[in-house]
Structure formats: structure tokens, C-alpha cells
């Protein structure tokens, strides 16, 4: 876990570049664009090629960044590539008076990424091999910056099938989604109580739990589905217990039989969330969302993820007798939706079940 508004590279604000440096208190004049150091005030021009000879630099465009005019400025500490390839092949060089140590900010303050030098300075601003830098002589696009952790909000999709959360309060997730976490954290069996294991028995509708508590940042995910959040407020979303990932503790949730089914038709029982706070679902692929007040709405009852707790359900029978001599079309159940509302529909209904040997 890092601090929040500790130095490091971040996506330039402006778009103009790949990342500019945040100092910890300010965005700097220093960027990086498709690998190239540059300088570029916030609200200045495009990047343009090294001067030379006695040119002098438009004052807004971005231009190549020197390792001494960097330091000087406060800037991340850089050097440029024939400077690297003579302080990587040759002995450590020390520092000029004046000067920040290797593994030291201009500032005083130590760099990002665990006292480390900046992703994408890991290449050049490094002494001698094993000189004790974690990146030295390390590159590509997964160490330089474009990976790290996503810190611009508490709760969050680090990617498209990773979850982030800092936490605060603790929350829940399905049993064994962490992937991984940074900082004091405890994870702990969440029990849903005899009226939720009773009817978990009855329905086969299963939501294993964990409270996940303490300081820190948790990383979740389940078999590399898309994850998509969700907040509620003083509202009700019925989901299939298989594509809830995590969400608030703030939340109370049960599980519910969906209107229109019963226990005998199987599969027609959902865990129902209400209340204010948020929640974190899963998708086997990119969803669809329908507005079930513009006309009769149906889904497959394994396709469906989720809905609006508000919406009139009811199940829909399509068995015609063709099917008992293998004439069946394979859509012989699904779910009417009626009222306003939105329906989320996942582009898969679930592994097929491996026949018996």
C-alpha cells in the first residue's frame, strides 16, 4: 500500500502525455511520453526535438529532460541515456555537493514504489548492477508505471477484471477471491445466520462470504470475469449469488425467491441487496443492460445476473412436446420482467456440465 498523495507518476491530467510527475503536493513540469523524458508546463504545447547549439526552447513546449536541470527543479531524478550506460558499465559514481543520493528525492523525500526510483526511470537512474535498486535494469510496459496500483478513489476497478479497495470499513467478498493485498489485513469466515443456511439448503442459491478487515488494500477477482460497480442508494438490486463479488457491509442482504417461481421449477432464487452502499458484480463477458419499461423483457434464467428489486418477475414456460422426442429448441424456461427498471444480462449461461462416465 502506498500514500495516496505520496511522489509518483500519474496519468497525465491533460491527456497530452502518457504521466506527469506528482510531487506530493503538486503536478510538476516533468512527463513522460512513449518512453522519452520531457518537460512540458501544465497548459503548454506539444513535445518538440532537442535544441541545439544556442536555440532557445519555447517556454510551452515540452522538451528533453537532463538528469542535472530535473534535480534542480525539484523534478523526479533523471540522467540521460549515455549518462546510465557510463554509470551502469563503470564504478558507482557519488554524488556532487548538493546533490540527492541515489534512492533519495531532490526534495528529501524518498521516491515512489517502496523507496525505489519511479517506474519509468528505473532503466537510467540506477547505479552499478546490484546496486540494491528493485527495478535496476529492469524495463517494459509492466514495470513502467502503466500497471501500478490505481489510487484516484477508495473503491475501484484496478482493471476490467480486478477489483481495489482501500479499506476503510469492512466489507464482504466471496470466499476465496482475494488475489492480493498490501498492508494489516485479516480475512474471516462471514456467517449468514440459520434462516440464510436454511434456505441456501432448499434453493441450492449459495453466497460464501468472507469479512474482509483492518489497513490496507485488497485486490479481488473470480476467474478473470469482467467486474463492474455498482452503488445504491436507499434502493434493492436482485443478483444471482454467482456473480456477486464483494460489496459494503452497510448493506443487508438476503436470499429471496424470485416472483413468479418456487422452489420446484429450481434456480428462481436470487440474493437480494438493499439499503445504501456499494456493491462489486461479475460478468462472463461484456453485458447487456435492458430498460424493461420499454417493452415485455425476458432472460435466460442462467444468463441473467442482475435487476432491479422493484421489477415484476415471472416465469416463463416454453416446453413444447417436441422436446420429449429431442425436438426441443433449448429455451424452455425464462424470466419475464415488467415495471421500470433495468435488467443486466451476462453473453453466457454458464459452463456446461461435464457428463457422467
Given at each position: ?7 509518483s507518476?500519474r496519468?497525465?491530467p ?12 503538486h ?5 513522460s511520453?512513449q ?8 497548459g503548454g504545447g ?20 537532463g ?7 525539484g523534478?523526479?531524478?533523471f ?19 548538493g ?7 531532490a ?12 517506474p519509468h526511470?528505473?532503466?537510467v537512474?540506477?547505479?552499478?548492477p ?5 527495478f535496476?535494469?529492469i524495463t517494459?510496459?509492466?514495470?513502467d ?10 473503491i ?9 479497495v482501500r ?8 470466499q ?8 494489516n489485513?485479516?480475512f ?9 443456511f436454511?434456505?441456501?439448503?432448499l ?6 462470504l468472507?469479512?474482509?478487515?483492518g ?8 476467474r478473470a ?6 452503488h ?5 438490486l ?18 429471496e425467491?424470485v ?11 436470487n ?11 461479475t460478468?462472463?463477458?461484456?453485458p447487456?443492460?435492458?430498460n424493461?419499461a420499454e ?7 442462467n444468463?441473467?445476473v442482475?435487476w432491479?428489486?422493484?421489477l ?11 422436446a ?6 433449448g ?11 433495468f435488467?443486466i444480462?451476462?453473453?453466457s ?9
Open positions: 500500500m502506498t500514500d495516496p498523495n505520496a511522489p507518476w496519468p497525465d491533460e491527456g497530452r502525455y502518457d504521466y506527469r510527475w506528482w510531487d506530493g503536493q503536478w510538476t513540469e516533468h512527463v511520453h518512453g522519452q523524458m520531457l518537460q512540458a508546463p501544465l506539444g513535445p518538440q526535438p532537442p535544441q541545439t547549439g544556442d536555440q532557445t526552447p519555447d517556454s510551452g513546449a515540452a522538451q528533453p529532460q538528469g542535472a536541470h530535473a534535480q534542480a527543479a523534478g523526479p531524478p540522467t540521460h541515456a549515455g549518462e546510465a550506460a557510463q554509470v551502469q558499465t563503470g564504478a558507482p559514481q557519488q554524488p556532487q555537493a546533490e540527492p543520493a541515489p534512492g533519495q528525492h526534495h528529501g523525500a524518498q521516491p515512489a514504489f517502496g523507496g525505489q526510483y519511479p526511470q528505473q532503466a537512474a540506477v547505479a552499478a546490484g546496486a540494491g535498486h528493485g535496476a535494469g517494459g510496459d509492466l514495470i508505471g502503466r500497471f501500478s496500483e490505481k489510487e484516484a478513489r477508495a475501484g476497478n484496478q482493471n476490467s477484471k480486478m477489483l481495489r479499506l476503510g470499513e469492512p466489507f464482504l467478498a466471496r476465496g477471491s482475494m488475489v492480493a493485498y498490501q498492508g489485513v485479516d474471516s469466515f462471514e456467517g449468514g445466520g440459520a434462516s440464510r436454511i434456505k441456501k439448503a434453493t441450492g442459491e449459495g453466497l460464501p468472507m469479512r474482509v478487515a489497513q490496507g488494500d485488497v485486490f479481488l477477482a473470480d470475469y469482467d467486474v463492474h460497480l455498482l445504491l442508494t436507499n434502493s434493492a436482485s443478483v444471482s449469488g454467482k456473480n456477486v463479488l464483494a460489496f459494503a457491509s452497510s448493506l443487508d442482504w438476503n436470499i425467491r416472483k413468479g417461481g418456487s422452489i420446484a421449477a429450481g434456480g428462481l432464487f440474493t437480494t441487496l438493499r439499503g445504501t452502499g456499494w456493491v462489486a458484480l460478468t462472463d463477458g461484456p447487456v443492460v435492458l424493461a417493452a415485455p423483457t425476458f432472460a435466460d434464467t444468463a441473467v442482475a432491479s428489486a422493484n415484476q418477475t415471472q416465469l416463463k414456460m416454453s416446453f413444447k412436446a417436441h420429449l422426442i429431442g425436438r426441443g429448441s429455451e424452455a424456461i425464462q424470466v419475464s420482467f415488467y415495471g421500470q427498471g435488467v444480462v451476462q453473453p449461461e454458464g459452463y456446461p456440465q461435464a457428463a457422467a462416465t
